[in-house]
């Protein structure tokens, strides 16, 4: 009998433990759950109140480390550049300091967005944007050739959607379409379309095949499904940077000009482009009945102080501030090279890119510029214009 009676409280134990595991398994799950709940709302409440979401594509110009991690020729990760970036030094930018998107995210109260191929992008890192712009890059696949491995714009868009999907799995697919529709989005291309392709060298494939007029309008017509596809992606304000004066760079004012004026063929590729390319943004905006694009005088902001450069107080717009050669204008800027004492004082950093102290310059047009520079609103505009339609 204390047998059998010790078998029966055997099995007592047995099923009160197996209903004390059930009853603990359920309450696992509902921990489980009510965790991924108010992990999904601290996503949702930080993506309320964080600065605007930014994104970035293009090429040297706004690149701001992404070819690091890529076995190209087209780098800044080594010293003089980032001179006079916080950390000072060398981070991939085409610059001594801040570029273009980093000076537009002071003014969004952010941080500058990191680069996408940087394992520090992760996270709710994610929820600020990400910069997939990668140095040496064009409208055209072709462009940028002699670079070897960098992220060409489509697969910079590739790489959009799959930072979609990562953000996806942090805050759900309804978020992820709010947070995307609201962002910011700069896209920069085209002058590598001249300068290192239809003009690279004196017979260029692309030169043979198209006169100058013809081969503007091919860029033009592949930038607008290039936009179209941002658009389809999502994007609904982007910034639409033109061509600049890609005639007055150093390192065209070493190889093209004889007397240290800008070179007419490249300023006359520029002046082609920009009406048409601002004709196309405005042609985009009617068919979507909507302001998604604005097109961004890159051009006039330049020319201002190339042409006046004692007004913006720089001493010079035509030598670089770091490089070797007549202008400072040959090849990248290296350890070897001759640096100015003092970069507010220049206009260019290296060959072809600004000074931080240009680019802030050019970024205070982004902002209050009339309709000549940012057509159709600038930036200032636009932020106050959504931040009042914000439910």
């Given amino acids: 009998m204390q ?19 059930k009853d603990m398994g359920a ?5 489980v759950m009510a965790a991924a709940m108010v992990a999904a709302a601290a996503a949702a409440a930080a993506t309320a109140s964080a600065p605007r979401p930014f994104f970035v594509f293009g090429d040297s110009l706004v ?37 273009v998107p980093d000076i537009i995210s002071e003014h969004l109260g952010a941080e500058p967005v990191l680069p996408y191929l940087s394992p520090h992008l992760d996270g709710h890192k994610l929820l600020g944007g990400a910069n997939f712009a990668s140095a040496g890059v064009g409208i055209l696949n072709d462009t940028g050739i002699q670079f070897v491995n960098i992220i060409r714009i489509q697969k910079q ?14 805050i759900g697919e309804p978020a992820t379409q709010r947070l995307v529709r609201s962002a910011l989005v700069l896209i920069t291309l085209g002058g590598n ?4 392709n239809y003009y690279l060298l004196p017979f260029s494939a692309r030169s043979r095949q198209f006169a100058l007029p013809d081969y503007v309008r091919y860029l ?59 004709q196309m943004t405005k042609d985009l905006n009617a068919q979507f009945g909507a302001d998604v ?31 070797q050669g007549p202008y400072n204008g040959v090849g990248l800027c290296t350890a070897m090279s001759s640096v100015c004492p003092d970069r507010s004082l220049f206009a260019f950093w290296d060959n072809f890119h600004p000074t931080e102290r240009a680019n802030r310059i050019i970024v205070s047009q982004f902002m209050a510029g009339s309709p000549d520079y940012m057509h ?8 106050a214009m959504d931040a009042a339609a914000k439910p």
């Fill in 193 to 196: 379309d001249f300068v290192n």
């Fill in 3 to 21: 047998c059998k009676a010790q078998s029966i409280e055997q099995l007592l134990a047995s099923s009160d433990q197996a209903k004390l595991h």
């Fill in 220 to 278: 033009i017509a592949e930038y607008k499904t290039i936009l179209q596809q941002l658009h389809g992606l999502g994007a609904r304000r982007v910034l639409v940077t033109g061509s600049g004066p890609i005639g007055c760079a150093p390192a065209e004012l070493a190889t093209r000009s004889a007397n240290g004026e800008c070179d007419l063929e490249l300023q006359r590729a520029a002046a082609l482009y920009n009406p048409q390319l601002v």
């Fill in 376 to 383: 159709p609103l600038n930036l200032s505009t636009i932020l």
């Fill in 157 to 170: 868009l590739r790489y959009f959607e799959q930072y979609q999907s990562r953000v996806r799995r942090l």
């Fill in 63 to 99: 690149d701001s480390g992404n070819n690091n991690y890529l076995a190209t020729t087209a780098r800044a990760d080594s010293p003089p550049y980032g001179l006079d970036y916080p950390t000072h030094r060398a981070t991939g930018r085409f610059s001594n300091g801040l570029n």
């Fill in 27 to 31: 309450l696992g799950l509902l921990l």
């Fill in 293 to 323: 694009f604005v097109a961004v005088n890159a051009y006039r902001m330049h020319m201002d102080f190339i042409s006046a450069p004692a007004a913006y107080g720089f001493v010079t717009s035509k030598v670089a501030c770091c490089g």
